[in-house]
C-alpha cells in the first residue's frame, strides 16, 4: 500500500509516547516510536505479527538522540524510482562483443548510470545479457571508447569491432533468438584512432 503520512496528524494515535500494550512504529527498520513533526511521502506501509507498523520508504533515514530518542527524519522518498526499477522488460535483450585484432580499441559502458562493463584489448568475443541491468521503459545507456596498444599492420576500414545490443527471445534450450534489425550498435574500424563516446536511450519493452 502506497501512501503519503503526514506524522504530524498521527501522532496522537501512532506516535505518542503509550502504554506498554501499545503498538511501536519503525522507518526502515528503526524504532520511531515518539517521532513527532515529520512528513513521510510515497511509503508502503505494513503491520507484523506483533500488530507493530512498519513505514518503508528508500531515502528516508531516522536520526535518534544519544539515548536512541527519534528527534528527525532525513532524506526524501526514491520509493517510486526503486519500484520502477523493480519493473523487468518482457523482452530479452543481450550486449554483443564482436573484437578484431587490427582494432585497439577499449570500451567503458555503463546503464542507468551505473558502471555495467569494462573492455580491454584481452577481451575475446562475448554476448552478454541485459536482464539484470535493463527496466521496463527507458534506459541509459552510456559507452566511452579510446585506442590502446598498437593495432596489427594492414588495418582497414573493413577491419571493425563492434558492440551490439539485441532484442530477442530466450529459447528452452539456453540459446538467444535475436531480432533484426539490432537495438543498437557502435563501430570502430582499424582506421578510426579518436575517442568517441555515445549516449543513448534504449525503451525496453
Avoid at 578510426?192 to 555515445?198: L, N, S, Y
Wanted: hydrophobic share 45%; net charge positive; charged share 20%.
Amino acid at each position: 500500500m502506497r501512501l503519503a503520512i503526514i506524522a504530524t496528524l498521527i501522532a496522537g494515535t501512532l506516535f505518542a509516547a503509550a502504554p506498554a500494550h501499545a503498538i511501536d512504529v519503525y522507518i526502515n527498520g528503526k524504532r520511531a516510536t515518539g517521532l513527532v513533526n515529520a512528513d513521510l511521502q510515497h511509503c508502503e506501509v505494513k503491520f507484523d505479527a506483533m500488530g507493530n507498523l512498519h513505514i518503508l520508504s528508500p531515502g528516508y533515514n531516522l536520526v535518534l538522540d544519544k539515548t536512541g530518542k527519534p528527534i528527525r527524519v532525513t532524506g526524501s522518498s526514491d520509493f517510486k524510482a526503486v519500484a520502477a526499477a523493480a519493473a523487468k522488460p518482457k523482452t530479452s535483450y543481450v550486449l554483443v562483443y564482436q573484437p578484431n585484432p587490427k582494432v585497439g580499441f577499449t570500451f567503458d559502458i555503463q546503464i542507468n548510470n551505473k558502471p555495467f562493463r569494462k573492455i580491454g584489448l584481452q577481451d575475446g568475443p562475448f554476448t552478454v545479457g541485459l536482464g539484470t541491468s535493463f527496466r521496463a521503459g527507458a534506459n541509459a545507456l552510456k559507452v566511452t571508447g579510446k585506442p590502446a596498444g598498437t593495432p596489427a599492420p594492414g588495418g582497414t576500414e573493413a577491419d571493425v569491432v563492434k558492440l551490439v545490443i539485441y532484442a530477442g527471445v530466450e529459447l528452452p534450450d539456453g540459446t538467444f533468438k535475436a531480432k533484426h534489425p539490432p537495438v543498437w550498435q557502435l563501430v570502430r574500424a582499424a582506421i578510426d584512432r579518436q575517442p568517441v563516446a555515445r549516449s543513448t536511450t534504449i525503451i525496453a519493452e
